[in-house]
T-cell receptor, first 115, second 112 residues
């Protein structure tokens, strides 16, 4: 049981390049989330998904797109990277159901630098 | 706007002493609160949570206190150890929502 995994761990992009970050979870969780974390700040929600085939915008969605084609995977895409997107990106997942814990479990993060 | 925040950005603690980390929240609709620990280079790790129908919950060496009257949350760590050095975040949510809101974090440094 690997929990939440993220690939890649590190990436350097040039302005205007595109890339996709992959998040995978093996806990059969319904909900998945993408956050970014900037120095000295808490996590800010980019996009999230409440089930396979569904996505929704979070607090800072501009410049990002997501897809949830399979329940276990949540992809975060940058179509045209900008230096402002230099950050550490975290994926999280949690179970569903009113009486289940709301605890989100996080992946190890992807450190992205945009030059 | 409504947000979750921490009172102090840094806390230095002598090894063996107890630590108290504070968090203020302003969204009165929140009914679920979580403390996360984040070590350098890692993702946030769940420590303990509490729902609004409780005012205290204990775990292993940790206690979370919730004061809904003044919208205040605290995390107490007993007998602080070097391995407790990390950034601690509080987060709040509403049960009918799917999202967490995080505070900026408190960096705890344990002195030997």
């Amino acid at each position: 049981n690997a929990g939440v995994t993220q690939t890649p761990k590190f990436r350097v992009l040039k302005t205007g390049q595109s890339m996709t970050l992959l998040c995978a979870q093996d806990m059969n969780h319904e909900y998945m989330y993408w956050y970014r974390q900037d120095p000295g700040m808490g996590l800010r929600l980019i996009h999230y998904s409440v089930g396979e085939g569904t996505t929704a915008k979070g607090e800072v969605p501009d410049g990002y797109n997501v897809s949830r084609l399979k329940k276990q995977n949540f992809l975060l895409g940058l179509e045209s990277a900008a230096p402002s997107q230099t950050s550490v990106y975290f994926c999280a997942s949690r179970n569903s159901g009113r009486h289940s814990t709301d605890t989100q479990y996080f992946g190890p993060g992807t450190r992205l630098t945009v030059l | 706007g409504e947000s979750v925040g921490l009172h102090l950005p840094t806390l230095s603690v002598q090894e063996g002493d107890n630590s108290i980390i504070n968090c203020a929240y302003s969204n009165s609709a929140s009914d679920y609160f979580i403390w996360y620990k984040q070590e350098s280079g890692k993702g946030p790790q769940f420590i303990i949570d509490i729902r609004s129908n409780m005012d205290k919950r204990q775990g292993q060496r940790v206690t979370v206190l919730l004061n809904k009257t003044v919208k205040h949350l605290s995390l107490q760590i007993a007998a602080t150890q070097p391995g407790d050095s990390a950034v601690y975040f509080c987060a709040e949510a509403r049960s009918n929502d799917y999202k967490l809101s995080f505070g900026a974090g408190t960096t705890v440094t344990v002195r030997a």
